[in-house]
Nanobody, 120 residues
């Protein structure tokens, strides 16, 4: 059993910052790619940023220069530092982790999401 939990969301004014965490626990051998997604009301889920186990990152154009994804493999945790937040960044932020369990199979796990609200 693997659990993925996001935290760090909240209400912030435009121009402010938040740091999200995505922590995995349980039957974990290693974690490969971890992606952050977001979903706003009435909109499709969209990819925000991703990071490989080795630290290679990719970002959606709409967050480049503002968001930074990082990870601590020892803690099985991935972070999303969000700066210069805009009202249009308001959404539920979810992470998806590609987890290799102890039986050496890779599975995809989603967290429950954390709400980010940016006021103007």
């Amino acid at each position: 059993q693997v659990h993925v939990v996001e935290s760090g969301g909240g209400l912030v004014q435009a121009g402010g910052s938040l740091r999200l965490s995505c922590a995995a626990s349980g039957n974990i051998f290693s974690i490969n790619v971890v992606d952050w997604y977001r979903q706003a009301p009435g909109k499709q889920r969209e990819l925000v940023a991703g990071i490989t186990r080795g630290g290679i990152t990719n970002y959606a154009e709409f967050v480049k220069g503002r968001f930074t994804i990082s990870r601590d493999n020892a803690k099985n945790t991935v972070y999303l530092q969000m700066n210069s937040l805009k009202p249009e960044d308001t959404a539920v932020y979810l992470c998806n982790a590609a987890v290799v369990t102890m039986n050496q199979y890779e599975y995809s796990y989603w967290g429950q999401g954390t709400q980010v609200t940016v006021s103007s």
